[in-house]
């Protein structure tokens, strides 16, 4: 099953992790975007969360995503994430807004 759900900051993001967490989800299943690569990066690091890498998207992809705008890489991170490509497209919306998005899926590996 994939939880998402969009917060506000990274202090609402971590209380929205532990809940996860108390679910069952380990760190590995959570994955965190921001629309700011710093930001993204900082924020997962803190929170101890997954980054979407070649893992997750295979090796073409990802070496795609290094030539696409940011709002096309973060639609594909977020559907190697467990999101359709509409989720993902929706999602980015949020993205644009300066919401976080948070994405568990104990699926993906």
């Not at 030539?67 to 559907?79: F, N, V, W, Y």
């Amino acid at each position: 099953m994939t939880v998402k759900m969009t917060v506000e900051n990274a202090l609402q993001a971590k209380s929205e992790i532990e809940k996860l967490e108390a679910q069952g989800y380990t760190h590995e299943d959570i994955y965190i975007f921001a629309h700011d690569k710093k930001r993204g990066k900082d924020i997962s690091k803190a929170l101890d969360t997954e980054e979407v890498g070649m893992k997750e998207q295979g090796f073409l992809d990802s070496m795609k995503n290094m030539t696409i705008s940011r709002g096309d890489e973060l639609r594909a991170k977020m559907a190697a994430a467990g999101l359709s490509d509409q989720e993902a497209e929706q999602y980015e919306e949020e993205l644009d807004k300066g919401k976080l998005v948070i994405i568990a899926n104990k699926d993906v590996k």
